[in-house]
């Protein structure tokens, strides 16, 4: 978490500041319309989109070190609707996580955190989401190769 304004930090570490903080997720796939989801029981309007309320679990990191950092996002699995666009859907889905205080909607105090649906698991109670960030370390440095014959002057 990366907070830059001091008075969102001594809020958020404050036992009774007076200020809630919403999380706000956009699921954003090919062929579907935005998704725009708010941990809160009713809806907010930030930055000209309606975040519907939902309850879910926000996407927390887990850093080992070994690999590029992954999180985890879960839904209830409340509709069987969802489970069929999950099957549906054409990857990459991105999903995009971002922190707001609630008495200033349009503005981000943390965020946003642009992730790729790595995995899904569900089964009737829950649907599990892995999110992972750009496979940045299987690319190919440089892209291309440099080689005598085509870049002699490289190699003079």
């Known amino acids: 978490m990366a907070v ?59 850093k080992t070190g070994e690999e590029l950092p992954t999180a985890r996002i879960g839904f209830g699995n409340v509709d069987r609707a969802l489970v069929d666009v999950i099957r549906t859907v054409d990857p990459p889905v991105h999903v995009i996580s971002e922190l707001v205080p609630m008495s200033r909607p349009d503005e981000v105090v943390d965020g946003p955190y642009n992730f790729t649906l790595r995995q899904v698991d569900y089964d009737v109670l829950n649907i599990v989401g892995t999110l992972g960030f750009e496979e940045i370390l299987n690319e190919r440095f440089p892209y291309g190769t440099y080689n005598p014959a085509e870049f002699p002057a490289v190699f003079a």
Do not use: I
Not at 18 to 35: D, H, K, Q, R
Not at 36 to 47: G, Q
């Open 4 to 62: 830059d304004n001091p008075q969102d930090v001594r809020n958020m570490l404050s036992e009774n500041s007076g200020e809630a903080y919403l999380e706000l997720v956009t699921l954003v796939a090919p062929g579907f319309p935005n998704a725009y989801l708010v941990l809160n029981s009713e809806d907010v309007v930030s930055r000209g989109n309606t975040y519907k309320a939902a309850y879910f679990m926000p996407p927390n990191l887990k």
